[in-house]
């Protein structure tokens, strides 16, 4: 039987899987479209946490994290300046009212859309497309893109891989609190009706 304590040897032995799936998953989660099933949010703090327990830097994990973000809002960014007011038509008539969304949003937010966009949900991965499709310059684009692109790394892929230290470090005691936990909710909140 394959033991965990297998697959964090083989992966500290080859952190290169971790990275590019971090890398991967970022970029795809930024893609237009793609990204809206794309449950990265959730994925990129357990990566990071992985990261922690095979000795990753946190800053090289981070990098390729903020890599794969500016490479796929890019790829969005540049899908959305092709294809121009068409964008109505590109997009699948499911996922108009995101795009109706991003639009007010960035009328509202102007360039600053571009750095706030990537905190809301599924705004993350339209924003760029709608910036390319509104014709906003590459100019502005880009650097605001670079320049906000490592806050929201650094929230999701930081948090997660701090957290995975403390859980490496004190992970009988968050087992121990997982349990305590989970038995008090089931006594208080009785959700399977065994009290009569």
């Not at 890398?23 to 479209?33: K, R």
């Not at 068409?86 to 750095?115: C, R, T």
């Amino acid at each position: 039987m394959f033991e965990f304590s297998s697959i964090l040897e083989f992966l500290e032995n080859n952190p290169g899987w971790i990275t590019w799936t971090m890398f991967i998953l970022v970029f795809v989660e930024s893609l237009v479209i793609v990204g809206l099933f794309t449950p990265a949010t959730l994925i990129v703090p357990g990566v990071a946490a992985i990261a922690a327990s095979v000795n990753i830097n946190p800053l090289e994990i981070l990098a390729y994290a903020t890599l794969g973000m500016i490479i796929g809002d890019s790829v969005s960014f540049i899908i959305g300046k092709s294809i121009g007011h068409k964008v109505d038509e590109w997009v699948p008539v499911n996922y108009h009212q995101y795009l109706s969304q991003a639009k007010i949003f960035m009328k509202k937010y102007g360039i600053l859309s571009v750095a706030l966009g990537r905190f809301i949900g599924p705004l993350r991965c339209i924003v760029p497309l709608t910036a390319g499709s509104l014709g906003m310059k590459s100019r502005v684009f880009f650097p605001v893109e670079i320049l906000a692109t490592p806050f929201w790394t650094s929230a999701y892929v930081l948090t997660g891989y701090f957290l995975g230290v403390a859980l490496v470090e004190y992970f009988t005691y968050a087992i121990l609190g997982t349990v305590l936990i989970v038995s008090m909710y089931a006594v208080y909140k009785d959700p399977m009706k065994l009290r009569k």
